[in-house]
Nanobody, 116 residues
Framework: QVEFVESGGDLVQSGGSLRLSCVTSGLIFGAVDMQWHRQAPGKEREFLAQVMPAGEIEIADSVKGRFTISRDNGKEAIYLQMNDLKPEDTAVYYC??????????WGRGTQVTVSS
């Protein structure tokens, strides 16, 4: 059974930083491309970043230069380092595996709120 558990969300002031964590289970972690997404109120879920098993990274243009993604294959976890946060970054943040997306399975996410 595949599970994603996100944590690290918080209320932070504009310009601040947060590091989100995602722990997974039920995956062959070393074989999947892991991703972060977010969903703001009233908006569709948005892709943010992907890290492949060997560490290749892709970052969405909307957060490039402020967010970075990393993974720890031994802990079966990924992380999202978010710097220079803005009020428009307020959203629920989710992790997933690219190969799992077609199943529609998601975790509960973690809430990030950025105050101006």
């Amino acid at each position: 059974q595949v599970e994603f558990v996100e944590s690290g969300g918080d209320l932070v002031q504009s310009g601040g930083s947060l590091r989100l964590s995602c722990v997974t289970s039920g995956l062959i972690f070393g074989a999947v491309d892991m991703q972060w997404h977010r969903q703001a109120p009233g908006k569709e879920r948005e892709f943010l970043a992907q890290v492949m098993p060997a560490g290749e990274i892709e970052i969405a243009d909307s957060v490039k230069g402020r967010f970075t993604i990393s993974r720890d294959n031994g802990k079966e976890a990924i992380y999202l380092q978010m710097n220079d946060l803005k009020p428009e970054d307020t959203a629920v943040y989710y992790c997933n595996a690219r190969q799992i997306l077609p199943t529609g399975l998601w975790g509960r996410g973690t809430q990030v709120t950025v105050s101006s």
